[in-house]
Nanobody, 123 residues
Framework: QVQLVESGGGLVQAGGSLRLSCTAS????????MGWYRQAPGKQRELVAA???????NYADDMKGRFTISRDNAKNTVYLQMNSLKPEDTAVYYC?????????????????WGQGTQVTVSS
């Protein structure tokens, strides 16, 4: 069984910063792509940023220059540093990971989502 646990959300004023963390645990063999998505009320879930196991990153256009995604492969953890936050960044942020799990001979690959963490930016 694999689980993603997020932390770091909260309430912050516009212009402020927050750092989100997401740690994967369980019978993990390897983790390929990890990323952050967000969903605001009444809107579809959208990609915020993603990072491969090799460190290649991609960002949604509005997040470039403000958000930074990073990961610690030894800790199976991905981070999202969010700076210069705007009220329109208010949403539930979800961690996502592509994980190969199990043991040699019985490996499986699947995608997983965290439970979500609320980020609220006040004006």
């Amino acid at each position: 069984q694999v689980q993603l646990v997020e932390s770091g959300g909260g309430l912050v004023q516009a212009g402020g910063s927050l750092r989100l963390s997401c740690t994967a645990s369980g019978s993990i063999f390897s983790i390929n792509r990890m990323g952050w998505y967000r969903q605001a009320p009444g809107k579809q879930r959208e990609l915020v940023a993603a990072i491969t196991s090799g460190g290649s990153t991609n960002y949604a256009d509005d997040m470039k220059g403000r958000f930074t995604i990073s990961r610690d492969n030894a800790k199976n953890t991905v981070y999202l540093q969010m700076n210069s936050l705007k009220p329109e960044d208010t949403a539930v942020y979800y961690c996502h990971a592509e994980i190969t799990y199990g043991h040699i001979g019985t490996l499986r690959a699947s995608t997983y989502w965290g439970q979500g963490t609320q980020v609220t930016v006040s004006s």
